[in-house]
């Protein structure tokens, strides 16, 4: 069986201050259970990369994943963000022989408090505003699905205490690529602005 090649696609850790200090939360959105991708897990907001997210960026990759970024956080939790707000901070490719594979851009966002969420009701069913820490313990204890790279991109942010915090570490830090010789991710050919490859 030959393999599939991914589809690309991305996703939003989207961020704000908890109202306690010392913490931030993210936002998880819970898939329905009837999708084939993922179904009934929680999930950062975002999706597969539309050939309309292409219109206008000369065919780059990396410039259509900050439009699908911004538009799947719309249609899935009601949130206007802008493509300035977005840093890019991992790549996960699908691994092979796996029935749907997507290499996937991973962005950070942060939102004020006050930004208000509202779930489609169709592909998304709920959400909700969770520490890392907290969101890592539901998953341990089996209350909630995480898919393997939300679990890792958490774990990676558990012990930082603030946004400011969390856009200061993804600025300084590396892009995560996975798996770390990934074909499917050649940034200086996608549009990634950088005159280094990451």
């Known amino acids: 069986m030959s ?3 991914p ?10 201050d908890s109202a306690t200090q010392g913490s931030i939360e993210i936002l998880l959105l819970r898939r329905n259970s009837k999708l084939v991708f993922h179904g009934g897990h929680w999930v950062f ?11 206008g960026v000369e065919g780059l990759e990396y410039r259509a994943a900050l439009k699908a970024a911004v538009r799947e956080t719309k249609e899935e939790a009601g949130l206007d963000i802008g493509e300035s707000q977005l840093i890019h901070t991992a790549h996960w490719t699908t691994p092979p022989h796996l ?3 997507f290499c996937t851009w991973f962005f950070m ?5 006050t930004a ?4 489609d009701n169709d592909e998304i069913l709920e959400h909700r505003w969770i520490t890392p820490q907290a969101a890592l313990a539901a998953s341990k204890a089996e209350e909630i699905v ?11 942010i558990a012990q930082i205490s603030s946004v400011k915090a969390l856009l200061d570490w993804a600025a300084s830090t590396p892009v995560h690529i996975f798996p770390d010789d990934s ?15 990451c």
């Open 45 to 55: 907001p975002g999706g597969r990369v539309d050939q309309a997210d292409f219109e």
């Open 183 to 197: 074909p499917f991710y050649r940034p200086q050919e996608m549009g990634y602005p950088l005159s280094e490859p």
């Open 3 to 5: 393999e599939m090649t």
């Open 99 to 101: 029935p749907r594979r």
């Open 146 to 156: 995480l898919p393997q790279p939300t679990k890792e991109t958490l774990k990676g």
């Open 7 to 16: 589809v690309p696609a991305a996703t939003v850790v989207v961020a704000r």
């Open 116 to 119: 208000t969420v509202v779930v």
């Open 109 to 113: 966002c942060p939102v004020p408090r």
